[in-house]
Every structure is written in structure tokens, then in C-alpha cells.
């Protein structure tokens, strides 16, 4: 029953500080919760990880159906092939090499990454006229298939698709618009968290699927309410501090589990 309570209160954590940051699928905190507040082994946390992100990912395309059935067919259905092929092959890598590590290795990368999400929320800030590029055709390119390869394999590996550090990459130094990149990003982490999870369970045999099926869709759900709830009452003018603050507290989580794992 105190299982049950600590997953509740991870997940409405997880839904109030995402909606401060505006996350709505790679809720990356999730991992960090199942880990150090309810106990998870790491092995496991990620696995239901990977059911938080493909239900959030699942909702945000929902919610932007119509934008999607907008997009020319043939140039959506290569743009989901392309994502299949990249993710498929690099989220298989990253399950087997998931499969074969120790738990301290993948709580020492938990750590490097919450260390990482944290210096971005410190110091990268966009602007209005950050949001708004007009967009690099060349860098476009190399991002449709860096970034299916590097989410398929980060994901298979740790149960993250990478955005907080690829939409900086993106946005900041590849000047595309932050709306093409979002929407990129979204159908990858569908498709990589759907494979990862496929590779996981059967391939490598890794977790128990229906368990985690269960307690990651549920968390989704607490974490949703808890982001809706939250999003009706956060001004916008907090969001520059909040985040400032939560990149503070991942620096010092990353600290904590770096101790851990060692």
C-alpha cells in the first residue's frame, strides 16, 4: 500500500513540475522519482518510463490531429518511415546495451543526464525571435536523422528520448523553428518509446510487461491530472525562476545518484 501512495506522490510531483517547465511526453523527472522516492530498481523505473512517455507522446499527437492530417501524406509517410527505420535500429542497440549493463551504470547515466537537464534549465532561456527561425534546409536534414538515432538509442538505453537536450540544439544553434522541431520530436518519441518497449520485453526479455504496463499508464494518469491542475492556476511570469530553480535541484539530484550508484 506505501508502494501505491509513494507511486501517487511521484506522479502528481512529476505532472506539477512539468507543467511549470510546459513538459507534456518526456516527462524525464518520472525516472528520477521511481528511483530515488519510491524505490524502483533503476532497471525497472526505466521500463515504466518508457509507458509514461509513449502515453504522453499518444496524447499530444491526439491533441494535434488535425495539424497532423494537414502535413502532405507523402511527405508525413516518409517522415514516419525515416523516424522507423533510425529509431528501430538505434533503439534496439540501446536495449541490448541496457540489457547487459549493471544498474549502478545506468544510474551513473541517470545521474550525467539529470546533471545535463539541469544546466539547461539554468542557462538556456529562449527568446521570441528564437522561437520563430525561419529554419536551416541543410540542418533540417541532419536532424531528421541525428535526431531519430540518438533519441532510438538514448531511449533503448535509459528511457529518455533526449528532448531537453535536442530542442536547444535545434532551436539554438540549427536556428529551426521551434514548432517544425517540437512536432519532430514528438513523433520520435512515440515511435522510439513503442519500440524500446518492444525490444525490452520481448528481445531481451527485460522487466514484467504487464506490471509495468499497468503502474506506468497509471502514473501517466496522476501525472496528466496533476499537469491539467497545475496549468490553470501557474502564471506565466514564474516560469523563468521555476525553471532556473528545478535546473538547481537536478544539479544537486545528479550529486545524489552519482553517491549512489558509487
Known amino acids: 500500500m506505501e508502494e501505491f501512495a509513494l507511486l501517487g506522490i511521484a506522479a502528481a510531483i512529476v505532472g506539477f513540475v512539468t507543467a511549470g517547465l510546459k513538459i507534456r511526453f518526456d516527462r524525464f523527472f518520472s525516472l528520477i522519482l521511481l528511483v530515488m522516492l519510491v524505490g524502483v530498481q ?8 518508457l509507458w509514461v512517455i509513449l502515453s504522453g507522446s499518444a ?19 516518409k517522415r514516419i518511415l525515416a523516424i522507423l527505420a533510425l529509431a528501430g535500429v538505434f533503439s534496439y542497440i540501446g536495449s541490448y546495451i541496457y540489457s547487459i549493463v549493471a544498474p549502478a551504470v545506468l544510474v551513473l547515466a541517470l545521474s550525467a543526464l539529470a546533471l545535463l537537464y539541469g544546466l539547461r534549465l539554468i542557462f538556456i532561456h529562449f527568446s521570441v525571435a528564437e522561437m520563430n527561425h525561419q529554419g536551416n534546409a541543410a540542418f533540417e536534414k541532419f536532424c531528421a536523422i541525428f535526431g531519430p538515432s540518438i533519441s532510438g538509442l538514448s531511449m533503448g538505453f535509459i528511457g529518455t528520448s533526449l528532448k531537453p537536450l535536442k530542442i536547444p540544439f ?3 544553434i540549427g536556428k529551426l523553428p521551434m514548432k ?18 518492444i525490444w525490452h520485453s520481448t528481445l531481451f526479455q527485460q522487466g514484467q510487461f504487464a506490471q509495468e504496463l499497468i503502474y506506468g499508464m497509471a502514473f501517466f494518469a496522476v501525472a496528466h491530472i496533476a499537469y491539467e491542475l497545475t496549468m490553470l492556476k501557474f502564471r506565466e511570469e514564474w516560469r523563468n525562476s521555476f525553471q532556473v530553480a528545478i535546473g538547481i535541484i537536478l544539479a544537486i539530484v545528479s550529486v545524489r545518484l552519482a553517491l549512489f550508484a558509487l
Not at 517544425?180 to 518497449?197: C, P, R
Open 42 to 49: 533503476v532497471k525497472d523505473a526505466v521500463n515504466m518510463t
Open 59 to 77: 496524447y499530444v499527437l491526439y491533441s494535434n490531429m488535425k495539424e497532423l492530417s494537414a502535413m502532405p501524406k507523402e511527405q508525413l509517410a
Open 170 to 172: 535545434a532551436v539554438r
Open 180 to 197: 517544425k522541431v517540437y512536432a519532430g520530436n514528438v513523433m520520435t518519441a512515440f515511435i522510439a518509446a513503442l519500440l524500446a518497449i
